[in-house]
Each structure stands twice: as structure tokens, then as C-alpha cells.
């Protein structure tokens, strides 16, 4: 059996590269499902609850899912409650958690923060959520971006993941990256693709969102993330990138590590083919690394950049 394990950033170490991504499932209780997993995202909480937008929030598409959910999370004080229920049966199998939030000041952070640092091994923060502006605003101000991740970084010093918007433009999203790098330890490359859809038979528009904007994600997105995760390894090949788009299969994962990445998370795998995909997933790694004669995964990391 190869070896699975990698230190996602020193002092947070993975059983294996396998991380189940914010949005995945609706509530802690269902992260149970993932024991396998190296790690799980809790869906993103900000500081008050959210019952997000109403009426046709996603639709399936041959090549994926166009989500417009509107961070839907019950806040804080909740998510807390229900992660202290699950967390012993996590830590049990060695499973870690990220605590995925979104706030707009540094108060904000210090105040989710007090409620989930007990049940989190690592914070992310989603400043990429392509149909909520008010969160999506903080990657298009790289000025009040640096002030709010200084104030976070002062805050916690618990590993900080940063989840990047799928910004196709090269130097652009460079720019993003570098800001961000300052001040966290982790990248997550990248939250949903904006994106809208028109009813075909209606010729009408669905998404319950503001200015119709969605988040198209699954294996049809697979290329644009995996040309960001080229651009952020290749630029920065120490810094550790969780590589989050379009992954169905063990192959999906290898690439992205060949990339560089050093985890991988997997959302719409489990929205389209259910809970069960994950383990597939993971023995599929297994065997990849099997039949193409490697002991560690870490083995294969950033060889792409290298062939
Ligand atoms: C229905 C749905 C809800 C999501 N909710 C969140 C969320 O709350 N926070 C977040 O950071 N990303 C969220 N995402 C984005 C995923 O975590 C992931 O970045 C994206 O879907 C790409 O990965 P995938 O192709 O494996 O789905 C959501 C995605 C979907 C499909």
C-alpha cells in the first residue's frame, strides 16, 4: 500500500490528500460520512445565519452543476453545537476539520472565530463565493483584502486556508495570490466558476441571485482549474495548494498533485454521484499509485512542471 499521508502546512498533518470541500454537504452531522477522507469542509458559516436565496438555487448540466445557494448556514453558534457533537467520531479516525467562514472585518473573524476555534484544526476564508457580492467584494479590493487577513492573521493563529475565485485572467489572479500569501498558509485553488443559465425551454433566466451570477463547478471545469493550479505551483512551488475543481476519479487527483497541489478537495462528485464516490475515489488513488510504481504520493507532487 503506498503512502498517503502529507502535512498540508507543518503541524497539520492529513492521513491522506483527500479533503471534502465547503458546500458539499448542508450540515456537520453529514461530515460523518467522510471518515475515509483526510480532511472535511464545513459549508461556509458568516457571522449571522443565512437562509440563502429562494427558488431555483441549482441546476445539472451534462459537464456539472450551476449552484446559486446564496451561503446558506445556520451561523456560528449552531455549526459550533453540531461540530462538538461529531468531532470526537472525526478525531477518532484522524479526520481533520476546516471550518470554512466568510466575514467582512476583522470583528467578525474574532467573533466566529471565539465560537469554532475549539472545533477546528484550520480556518479557511472565503472571500470567492461568486453570488454573494458583499463576500465576493474582498477579491476585487486587494487594499481592504490585506487589512482584513492582517487583522485575521492577529486574531488566530491557527493555519489559515485562503479560498481563491476562479479569475481566469493571469495577472490578475497572480496579483490576488500574492496578496494573500502574505498573511496565509494554505491556498484552495479555486470556489466555483461565475456563471448563469437560461431555461432552454423558457428562454428564461433561473438563478434566484441577485444579478443571476452562479457557480458552475464538476468535471467541466477541470481545465480552468487546473491552469490556476499550474499558475500558482509553478510561480510559488512551496506553497501548499488544496487543488478543488472538476475531481470524479483517482486519476482527477494524481493530476492535480502532479501539478503541484499538495491535497485535493472533491464537492460536486458527491452532489452528483453521492457519499459513496469518495472511498471509490480514494482506492482508485491507491491503485493508480499502485500500477504506476509509486510508495508516496508525495512522490508525484509538481512532476508535470518538471516533464
Ligand atoms: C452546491 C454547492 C455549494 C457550495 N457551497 C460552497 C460554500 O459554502 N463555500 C465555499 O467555499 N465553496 C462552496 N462551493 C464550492 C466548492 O467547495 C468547490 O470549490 C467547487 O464546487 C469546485 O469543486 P467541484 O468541481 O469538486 O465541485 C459549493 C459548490 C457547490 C456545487
Excluded: W
Excluded at 445539472?60 to 456560528?76: D, H, K, M, S
Excluded at 471545469?221 to 483517482?250: H, N
Amino acid at each position: 500500500m503506498p503512502k498517503l499521508s502529507t502535512d498540508l502546512v507543518p503541524g497539520l498533518h492529513l492521513k491522506n490528500p483527500l479533503i471534502l470541500s465547503s458546500g458539499a454537504v448542508a450540515n456537520a452531522r453529514s461530515l460523518l460520512h467522510f471518515l475515509d477522507l483526510g480532511a472535511v469542509t464545513t459549508k461556509t458559516v458568516t457571522p449571522q445565519p443565512r437562509i440563502g436565496y429562494r427558488g431555483r438555487r441549482v441546476v445539472r448540466l451534462p459537464t456539472g452543476l450551476v449552484n446559486a445557494i446564496g451561503l446558506e448556514n445556520p451561523g456560528p453558534v449552531k455549526l459550533a453545537n453540531e461540530l462538538k457533537t461529531v468531532l470526537p467520531k472525526l478525531l477518532e479516525v484522524d479526520t481533520k476539520v476546516i471550518t470554512s467562514l466568510a466575514v467582512t472585518t476583522g470583528d467578525e473573524f474574532r467573533y466566529v472565530a471565539n465560537y469554532l476555534s475549539d472545533v477546528s484544526h484550520a480556518f479557511e476564508l472565503n472571500i470567492s463565493c461568486p453570488h454573494v457580492e458583499e463576500y465576493l467584494r474582498l477579491s476585487e479590493d486587494v487594499s481592504a483584502l490585506r487589512n482584513l487577513l492582517r487583522e485575521v492573521r492577529d486574531i488566530s493563529a491557527k493555519p489559515l486556508l485562503v479560498k481563491l475565485p476562479a479569475i481566469t485572467l493571469k495577472r490578475y489572479f497572480l496579483k490576488l495570490v500574492d496578496t494573500v500569501l502574505e498573511f496565509c498558509d494554505c491556498l484552495v485553488v479555486a470556489n466555483t466558476v461565475p456563471a448563469t443559465y437560461v431555461d432552454p425551454s423558457t428562454l428564461a433566466l433561473v438563478l434566484p441571485s441577485l444579478d443571476r451570477c452562479g457557480g458552475y463547478s464538476g468535471p467541466g471545469i477541470k481545465p480552468i482549474v487546473q491552469r490556476l493550479v499550474y499558475l500558482v505551483c509553478s510561480e510559488y512551488p512551496d506553497v501548499s495548494v488544496i487543488a478543488t475543481g472538476g475531481v470524479m476519479c483517482g486519476t482527477d487527483v494524481l493530476e492535480y498533485i502532479a501539478l503541484g497541489a499538495r491535497a485535493v478537495g472533491i464537492c460536486s462528485a458527491v452532489l452528483l454521484c453521492g457519499i459513496t464516490i469518495v472511498s471509490e475515489i480514494l482506492q482508485e488513488l491507491v491503485k493508480e499509485l499502485e500500477n504506476r510504481g509509486f510508495d508516496d504520493v508525495n512522490e508525484i507532487r509538481g512532476i508535470a512542471l518538471r516533464r
